[in-house]
T-cell receptor
Framework: TQLLEQSPQFLSIQEGENLTVYCNSS?????LQWYRQEPGEGPVLLVT?????EVKKLKRLTFQFGDARKDSSLHITAAQPGDTGLYLC????????????FGDGTTLTVKP | DAGITQSPRHKVTETGTPVTLRCHQT?????MYWYRQDPGHGLRLIHY???????DKGEVSDGYSVSRSKTEDFLLTLESATSSQTSVYFC????????????FGPGTRLTVT
């Protein structure tokens, strides 16, 4: 079974602080996705990373795929209350018949 | 946003009754998925479909069945609901072979009393 471990499980910070959350696995993935989920809603895709070592930026969010394509990190600069939510990573393998593996998520709370 | 809807959005039912949840997409995506989300367990795959009438089990398929007679509709059935099936159910769609870049519906909150 492919497992994706996310850390930390919970994170509470003040507005303006920086933070990094992690997504780790012992398996190699062909791509990795990050999603954000707000209470009462479905997860929303933020980014896909495909190449080992790839870095993508989405405004204040920076996503990095590990060189070996087994892990990823999400860094948020100057967090805002609107960043509050559950952040999920998911790994896909082209040989896995259309299935992705999801981590359990990091719940982020940004206090004003 | 991807065109994906779920119905009903909320349902309360009694133990032992059958329940069917519907997922409808307007994107013509090949892959469709049913997940359940529970505190402490994240998203767990119940069943998925890789084409019309082509389905397969996920990691928590016991007690659930699915059907896909049209590209746009994917039905999840609880033949005899149990309290352990109280959860939030999400449908997702994807066009990619690897199942990446999934687009999720708004969810159905199911309570089995």
């Amino acid at each position: 079974t492919q497992l994706l471990e996310q850390s930390p499980q919970f994170l509470s910070i003040q507005e303006g602080e920086n933070l990094t959350v992690y997504c780790n696995s012992s398996s190699v993935f062909s791509s990795l996705q990050w999603y954000r989920q707000e209470p009462g809603e479905g997860p929303v895709l933020l980014v896909t990373v495909v190449t080992g070592g790839e870095v993508k930026k989405l405004k204040r969010l920076t996503f990095q795929f590990g060189d070996a394509r087994k892990d990823s990190s999400l860094h948020i600069t100057a967090a805002q209350p609107g960043d509050t939510g559950l952040y999920l990573c998911a790994g896909a393998r082209n040989t896995n018949a259309g299935k992705s593996t999801f981590g359990d998520g990091t719940t982020l709370t940004v206090k004003p | 946003d991807a065109g994906i809807t779920q119905s009903p959005r909320h349902k309360v039912t009694e133990t032992g009754t059958p329940v069917t949840l519907r997922c409808h997409q307007t994107e013509n995506h090949r892959y469709m998925y049913w997940y359940r989300q529970d505190p402490g367990h994240g998203l767990r795959l119940i069943h998925y479909s890789y084409g019309v009438k082509d389905t397969d089990k996920g990691e928590v398929s016991d007690g659930y069945s699915v059907s896909r007679s049209k590209t746009e509709d994917f039905l999840l059935t609880l033949e005899s609901a149990t309290s352990s099936q109280t959860s939030v159910y999400f449908c997702a769609i994807s066009e990619a072979q690897g199942g990446d870049e999934q687009y999720f519906g708004p969810g159905t909150r199911l309570t089995v009393t």
